[in-house]
């Protein structure tokens, strides 16, 4: 049972333009996300996250966006550069149940072109 | 600073051996997770760890699969009588002593190791 889906399994965006990956839930109890990125042979690594008391949270051209109501979430990268393109994991926690493990979406594979 | 290391990087291992997957946490993370990653997937909680005890090992799949932490640093992820449905990426990740209420530090991934069982 996913709780965490990432429908589009990938994504293809010119250098300089805007990449919006985007990310779904469905337990409730969910109230701390994350994005990690990940490159061959390599751990995922974090990006940016952002508590449920939030609907944003920006760094540098990293901007996070949560829309509790309807369960979903979205990174945008502006502008996207040909380095960004990795595979990109959306990842949720339910802090307030005292649970500290971490459940993954399938990944988004994102492609700049330049 | 070294990141998480784990080792070995690959094993190749015949379906019904004994292997051990060792994990270097980074230096003062009292938390310590394990996450296995199948081929399309992404990572799946196995178990963690606060300090030398296991907090939670809901997501071990059976009890093929144990873990140990016995000085609260270094970890080993054991897997008795492999099957080739055992093969995946295990990741392993470490944070800092998470805050007061349930607060999630951020977690940080090492390399993985790459199971195949034959």
């Known amino acids: 049972d996913q709780q965490v889906k990432q429908n589009s399994p990938s994504l293809s965006v010119q250098e300089g333009r805007i990449s919006i990956l985007n990310c779904d839930y469905t337990n409730s109890m969910f109230d701390y996300f994350l994005w990690y990125k990940k490159y061959p042979a390599e751990g995922p690594t974090f990006l940016i996250s952002i508590s449920s008391i939030k609907d944003k949270n920006e760094d540098g051209r990293f901007t996070v966006f949560l829309n509790k109501s309807a369960k979903h979430l979205s990174l945008h990268i502006v502008p996207s550069q040909p380095g960004d393109s990795a595979v990109y994991f959306c990842?949720?926690?339910?802090?307030?149940?005292?649970?500290?493990?971490?459940?993954f979406g399938t990944g988004t594979r994102l492609t700049v072109i330049p | 600073g070294a990141g998480v290391s784990q080792t070995p990087s690959n094993k190749v291992t015949e379906k019904g051996k004994y292997v051990e997957l060792r994990c270097d946490p980074i230096?003062?993370?009292?938390?310590l997770y394990w996450y296995r990653q199948s081929l399309g997937q992404g990572p799946e909680f196995l178990i963690y760890?606060?300090?030398?005890?296991?907090?939670?090992d809901s997501g071990l799949p059976n009890d093929r699969f144990f873990a140990v932490r016995p000085e609260g640093s270094v970890s080993t992820l054991k897997i008795q009588r492999t099957e080739r449905g055992d093969s995946a990426v295990y990741l392993c990740?470490?944070?800092?002593?998470?805050?007061?209420?349930?607060?999630?530090?951020?977690?940080?991934f090492g390399p993985g190791t790459r199971l195949t069982v034959l």
């Open positions: 230096s003062g993370h009292t938390a």
């Open positions: 990740a470490s944070s800092p002593l998470p805050r007061g209420g349930g607060s999630t530090d951020t977690q940080y």
């Open positions: 990842a949720a926690s339910a802090r307030q149940t005292g649970a500290n493990n971490l459940f």
């Open positions: 760890f606060q300090g030398t005890g296991a907090a939670d």
